[in-house]
């Protein structure tokens, strides 16, 4: 942590967080049941958005700009205002004003508002918050994580035969699907059970809590998984990259899970090298 960062700065970067989340949430509830997947634009195959995306955007944002009109921003929708991690020192929050569009249009209860602030490329404070659930997830650097308001851990050490593995589709095309496949069923054949909840920061709080043993996806953009990164860690779990090597704030694959070793054995399980790369849209 750097030395300026101390714990009063995190504990208010971590109340922005908390609320800028409960602003989207808000509007979530307010739309739902009111709008479906006919009002969705398309953003790409299999990507919608919605004017609850942007909604909740506004409100997110809103926050956190009357907070820290100095800090920087990297949100879903809209034009980026940055695509480089910015300079030294210099936080950035990372804002999914919805999680898992395709779920809320469906009426399904899996989707989240996910917002972090980051400081070189790493999230030191972070909320991701559940309307349908009434779940809200939080974590500050050296603070530990916690679901409303009680600390949560990852799961122990257990077998592939008592754990329950969570994934996310490669929905931007079909050329890897094959291999993705494959994984999915050389995880299953070791005896995890799998799943696919379709919002990543959803994913990632239940590896934070327990709920799941481990998790992997071959492409999310940073706002798919800073928050949960940090409750993930924060919960005494671990994150990854699936080409191996440490978590960076850039598009791409991700591993959670409980425990080092439940992380390589699923890296083991995958065969990471029979899946292509994809590239990168936040560079360092």
């Known amino acids: 942590m750097s030395p ?118 790493k999230p030191l404070a972070a909320c991701v918050h559940a309307a349908a659930t009434g779940e809200c997830w939080w974590a500050r650097a050296g603070g530990g994580s916690f679901r409303n308001g009680r600390p949560v851990r990852v799961s122990a050490p257990r077998g592939w035969e008592q754990s329950l593995v969570a994934t996310g589709f490669m929905f931007r095309g079909a050329n890897d699907l094959d291999a993705f496949t494959a994984q999915m069923g050389r995880v299953k054949a070791a005896g995890a059970g799998i799943r696919r909840c379709g919002a990543a920061a959803l994913d990632l709080c239940y590896v934070a809590d327990g709920r799941y043993e481990g998790f992997w996806e071959h492409f999310l953009n940073p706002w798919d998984y800073a928050a949960g990164w940090l409750l993930v860690e924060e919960a005494g779990g671990v994150t990854g990259r699936m080409e191996g090597g440490r978590m960076e704030l850039g598009a791409g694959s991700i591993m959670a899970a409980n425990t080092a070793t439940t992380l390589q054995g699923l890296r083991e399980l995958l065969e990471v090298a029979g899946v292509g790369g994809l590239e990168t849209e936040l560079e360092p």
């Open 4 to 121: 300026s960062l101390d714990p009063h700065t995190l504990d208010l970067w971590l109340q922005t967080a908390r609320d800028a989340a409960a602003a989207a949430a808000q509007v979530h509830r307010r739309w739902s049941g009111r709008i479906d997947i006919r009002s969705a634009d398309h953003k790409g195959f299999s990507d919608f958005v919605s004017r609850v995306d942007t909604e909740s955007q506004d409100a997110a944002l809103e926050v956190i700009q009357r907070s820290h009109p100095d800090h920087l921003i990297l949100a879903e929708e809209g034009e980026p205002e940055v695509t480089r991690i910015p300079a030294a020192g210099t936080p950035l929050w990372v804002v999914d004003p919805l999680d898992g569009t395709t779920n809320y249009l469906h009426g399904h209860p899996s989707h989240a508002a996910s917002v972090a602030v980051t400081v070189d490329g």
